[in-house]
Structure formats: structure tokens, C-alpha cells
């Protein structure tokens, strides 16, 4: 046993950390431009491909690795999509029977972001009877994306992808960061069998929930790091306001809890197969602890933290959506008590 | 970063909860009792449990931190808090410190006494003006001929009525610069001039006492690390102390929670009970969180780095925890009309968790400024 990244998992994380560093910076948000290069960029480091087996040209890392890479993205606030594209969309694709199929699909992936038309707030991704145009709350999509839809097609289910679509997105000027009610209108459409039964979707489900907790991980932390940095640096009374224990304390709880859960989702992702319980505990602490420390940064941050030139409100708002997608933290906490109460 | 046990690990594992089913009474199980507990030392130093972890030239195994988890969690699974064991002052604070301070004749005179349950420990270092503030104790040694002359009062010395000896820190030089003014004396507590009155607790108990000492006389040979360098033994001590029996608390907590749980699964169907299921879940996940730290603090051990601030994390985040799971188990109990006194006591001792061993608010102190490099106040 040992708990603690080696110096081989550290440079792979390093060089994740660089990479996504440099092509997602949080200023994305500020200009209305594509990110469509960055993200081809990402794919051409292997980010994207952490998951994908060896034989689809992918990385084959470990589920550890893939969180460690995940919590990167998370710290430049690159959350839901990397859950869809490096999560779930692999994850549907390996259930692709044909080789050659499958591999164009993995390959479109790495140039184009993707989303997924349906409502992310259930714990298990689902099978639509039919192609609607519409979504009540998807998450991580963006004008230009590819949007993936799953239909049952009889008894079989296929994959299908609209490109060039036109996305319109609610709220979207207001309150954008890529969640909320989606319509998409015109493309063109592609299918392709994809053989994914209930406990695979489950899975895949559950693999893409962790792949997204740790992304709020990173949250967390860099909201941590930002306002350590912020109450050192503004003054108040002639001392830096972080030498007030008022505000010391709440930063220590912020540390408390990001420490907790990052360990929580490494466990779960080391240990998930044998232990059941695991993915709802890393669930529930992961998202507190991004919820509190996306809180903290705004309440730290006094009225500037309020304002749409800080950045504060990108963490708030990224934190409080994803807290909705894959299930509530309450049906998560629910679901784990009903399981912990049965067995005892 | 992996979390398998090695054939090693995994072995010592077996060999522990082997014997453990086969050694412990199960009158020791769950018991609270000092002399259950005492007991439960004698058996853990017969097999050379009682400190693993000790490096085999004081009489130890040479453990690892990992192995001392398990060895832990495993004891804390079938009932049995390494963290409240008697010897634990000798074997996990002032052994460690005197393995870097003391003298060779001192450690051939006290180690062995610890590691055979010969001697029980308890710590004078809190006063009635000294709580979180260490340097500021009053006690004072007055240097003597060959000896010093000890007066003063300590507060909160667990097991103080129990205790053969007693490590005190005491002002030897009233003039001298803080940090450069205090020893520490080891003090046999048979004798006159000392006077250990308990306290009695909010749970009617009596575990800790105030201990008066009236011109109590300490051979010279009996200072540990040198005349007016108690400061830094007594950091030692601070720095050994935080996270011992981490993982029995994970297994005590775990068990209690199941408790909980049970009384919640018989619960009658309604919109309470699904409330308590949530609480159950979270504080599930709150638990599971204990044992990833202890995980980890062991890991870092075993690969000998230092944990710069973990011991405060892991501190505040056991005992919040354990808290919340005796929160939920004391609303239960009372609605459900079942193990209410059970519920009400622990919930009434784990008050005292967020107060011992440095306080949460001193914990949050150290972490804001030792982790995240807040400037002092």
C-alpha cells in the first residue's frame, strides 16, 4: 500500500497539469472565441485518451490516472465537458462493434468537443425512444460542439452524432458556462450501433460521476489557492485580511475538505469495484467540498468576489451546476444510507 | 499510488485479527473501564503489539506506520481503542521523545518499563493558565545540589490517579527567554508532596484529575533532554502525539455507525427515517474520510517524509466526524425509543474531541498558517 503518487504518476500529472494549463486558461470564459484548437491541441498531448485501450490508440492509464488528469482540467474549470469527452463519449464509442467505425469515431472526438443532448441530472445516462431536438439541462455544451444523442432503435441502441448543428442554449449571455436548456436545429446526422445494456450504462455513468468529482476536486482546490492569494495580498485596517482568524478559519475548513475529498475520489477510484459504498462517498464529498470552497471564495472576496470582472463567479457557478448533474447529493447520500442500513 | 495491501501487509493483517479473535475476552471488548483497558495492554505486550512500531533496539518491531494501521484498525474493529490505551502516554509521547532526548541510562531505566506495562504514564503539561498556550507554564523545578525542587499545579492529566509516572513541564529559569526557561522532569507520582485530585466530568466520570505538586523533590538524573531544553522535547512530544490510534478510530467509528444504522434499518418507514438515511450516508462518507488519512499519513511514514500540516487536517476532521455520527446515533436512539443511554453518553464524551489534544480552533490555526502561509495575527 502506499497512498501517494510515485515520481512517474507525478510527471504524467505535471505534464497533464502544463498542458491543460496552457490551453484553457480560465480567460477563455471572457472572449466569446472557440476553443475548438485548444481542444484539438489537448488531444494531440493524449489527454483526451486516457481512458481508450491501447489497441483504439488511446493511453490506457489506470481509473487513478484518469481522475489525477481530470482534477488538472478541473482546476481550469474544464469540468463537464471533460467528463462527456473523456468519460462518457469513450466509454459509448467502445461499445462500437466495428473496429474501423469506432476508431473514426474516437478520432472525430479529438478534433471535436462533444456534448450530450439529454438531461444530466439523472444518475444514469439514458436511452431516448426517440430523437427530440431538445434538451431541460445539459451540460458542458457549447455552440460549434458535436452533440451525441443514445436512441433505442428497436431492441438495439445507436449512437448518433449531429454535426454542424445549431445549438441555442438558456440562459446563455446571462449565466453561461455551458449548462442549461438546450435546442439544436439543422446538421447532420450519423449513427452507429452501440451494444451498452443497463448495468454498462450504469457504469459508464458511474466511471464518468468520478471522472467529474474529481474535476470539482481541482475546482476546489484552485479556488483555495486564488483566495489564500487574495486575502494575503488586500489589505484592511492596515494588515493583510488573512491575518484574521475569522477568515484564516474558514480557508482552514476549505483545506479540511478538499484534502478529504481528494482522497475520497482516489480511493473510489482504486478501490470502486470491490467496495460498493466508495463511489457515493466521493460523490457526496467531492461535491460539498466544491460547493464550500467556491462559497468561501466568494465571501472572502468581499464585493469584488460579487462583481462579473472577478473570476469568482466562473467557480460558483460551474460548482453549483455540477453539484445537479449525475444525481443529487441528496439521492446520492440517500441511495448510500438505504445501502449502508439494509447491510448492518 | 496504489491502496493493495503487499503479501506482507496482507499477512500481518491475517495474523493480527488471528490472534486478536483469539487473545481478546470479550469482557475487553467495547470496555472503557481502566482496568479493561489496562488489561488490554498486558495481552497487546505479551505479543509484542504494544508498540510495534518502536525500532527493535528499544524492544519494538520496527514496524511500519502501515502495519501499525493495521494493527490498529484491526483493534478498533473488535472493540478495542488503541487510542485510549493506558500505555499510550509511555509508548506513543514519551517514548518517542526519549528516543531523541534521553540519556542511554534513561532509556534503559524507562523504555522497558513501558513496553512490559510496568510503569503507566500520564502528562503534565496543561495548567489552569496554560491550556493551548504551552509556554506559558507556571510550574516551577528550582535547581537544587543534585535535584530540583518541583511546585505547581498541572490540569487535565488523564489518568493521573492511575499513573506511576508523570512527565512534567516546569519553568526552570524564571528569567530566561520563552522557549529557553522550561525542563522536562520525569516524576514518580508515589510520593509525598503530590496530591492528584480527579475531576469530575460532564459524564459523571473521572478521567482526568488536577495535579498538585508541593516542593517535590526530582534527581537531576530525572530530567529528560537538559536544564531549560523542555520547549523542544515538548514539541517532540507535541509533534508524536496527533495522530496515534487513527485508524482504531476509523474501525470504532465504522462500528459505531453500523450501530446507527441498525437502529435506522428498524426504524418504521416515513419521512424521518429517509432523512436519517441521508444523514447516514454523509456521515458515512465523512468516516471513510478518517481512514483515507489515516492511509495516507502511514503512507508518508513508511516512506519517512514529512506531513506538514496533515496531523492538524486529520485532528479536526476525526473528531467533527465522529461528532456527526454520534449526532445522528443520539436523535435516533431518542425518536426510535432504543440505546439511548448508550447514544447519550458517547455523544456527551465526544464533546471533549474537538478540545483535547489541541483544540480545533488551534488546529485550524496551524493549518492556515503552516499549510497555507497566512501571516500570524
Known sequence: MDFRFDEGEQAVIAGAAGSLGHHLPIDRFRSSGTTEGAWAAIAADGWLDAAIPSEDGGLELPEVMQVAIAREAGRQLCVEEWATNASILPALMAAIPDDATRREWLSRRRSHRGALLQDGRSMVIEVADATVPAAPMAFGMMPGDDVYRLVRSGDATVLVRLEDARISLTPTSDLAIGVGRVEVDGGRSVEAPCRVGAAELERISRHAALIQSAGLIGLGEEAERRTVEYVKARKQFGVPIGQFQALKHILADVHVANEVAWNSVLHAALKGDQEPTAFGASRIQAVEAALGASRAMLQLHGGFGFTWEADVHYFLKTAACAAARFGSLDRHAIELGRALAIAS | ?377
Not at chain 2, 478518517?290 to 496531523?311: C, M
Request: with cysteine; hydrophobic share 40%; aromatic share 8%.
Open chain 2, 1 to 377: 499510488v496504489n491502496l493493495d495491501e503487499t503479501p506482507e501487509e496482507a499477512g500481518f493483517r491475517q495474523e493480527v485479527r488471528r490472534w486478536l479473535d483469539e487473545a481478546i475476552p470479550d469482557e475487553l471488548r467495547g470496555a472503557t473501564a481502566f482496568e479493561h483497558r489496562l488489561q488490554a495492554d498486558r495481552l497487546f505486550a505479551a505479543q509484542g503489539y504494544l508498540a510495534y512500531a518502536w525500532p527493535k533496539e528499544y524492544g519494538g518491531s520496527a514496524g511500519t506506520p502501515i502495519q501499525q494501521a493495521i494493527l490498529d484498525e484491526e483493534s478498533g474493529r473488535i472493540g478495542i481503542a488503541r487510542s485510549r490505551s493506558p500505555s499510550r502516554l509511555g509508548t506513543n509521547l514519551l517514548g518517542p521523545t526519549m528516543m531523541v532526548h534521553g540519556t542511554d541510562d534513561q532509556k534503559r531505566r524507562f523504555l522497558p518499563r513501558i513496553l512490559q506495562v510496568q510503569d503507566i504514564w500520564c502528562q503534565g503539561f496543561s495548567e489552569p493558565e496554560a491550556g493551548s498556550d504551552l509556554a506559558g507554564v507556571r510550574t516551577t523545578a528550582v535547581v537544587d545540589g543534585d535535584g530540583l525542587r518541583l511546585s505547581g499545579s498541572k490540569l487535565w492529566t488523564s489518568q493521573a490517579t492511575n499513573a506511576s509516572w508523570c512527565f512534567v513541564l516546569a519553568r526552570t529559569d524564571p528569567d530566561g527567554p520563552r522557549h529557553r526557561n522550561l525542563s522536562m522532569l520525569l516524576v514518580p507520582m508515589d510520593q509525598p508532596g503530590i496530591d492528584a485530585r480527579p475531576l469530575k466530568q460532564i459524564t459523571g466520570d473521572t478521567g482526568f484529575s488536577q495535579v498538585f505538586f508541593d516542593d517535590v523533590r526530582v534527581p537531576l538524573e530525572n530530567v529528560l533532554g537538559g536544564v531549560n531544553n523542555g520547549w523542544a522535547v515538548a514539541m517532540t512530544t507535541v509533534g508524536a502525539e496527533r495522530s496515534y490510534g487513527l485508524s482504531s478510530r476509523y474501525g470504532l467509528y465504522a462500528e459505531q455507525l453500523r450501530r446507527a444504522a441498525a437502529l435506522i434499518g428498524a426504524a418504521d418507514d416515513g419521512p424521518i427515517r429517509d432523512l436519517w438515511l441521508a444523514e447516514l450516508g454523509t456521515t458515512y462518507a465523512d468516516v471513510t474520510g478518517i481512514r483515507d488519512l489515516a492511509y495516507k499519513l502511514a503512507s508518508l511514514g513508511t516512506a519517512g517524509k514529512e506531513e506538514t500540516g496533515l496531523t492538524s487536517v486529520t485532528h479536526l476532521w476525526w473528531s467533527h466526524a465522529h461528532q456527526r455520527i454520534v449526532d445522528l446515533g443520539l436523535r435516533v436512539a431518542m425518536e426510535t425509543r432504543r440505546d439511548e443511554d448508550y447514544w447519550y453518553r458517547l455523544w456527551l464524551e465526544c464533546r471533549a474531541e474537538t478540545v483535547y489534544g489541541g483544540s480545533a480552533q488551534i488546529q485550524r490555526n496551524i493549518i492556515s498558517e503552516r499549510v497555507l502561509g497566512l501571516p500570524r495575527g
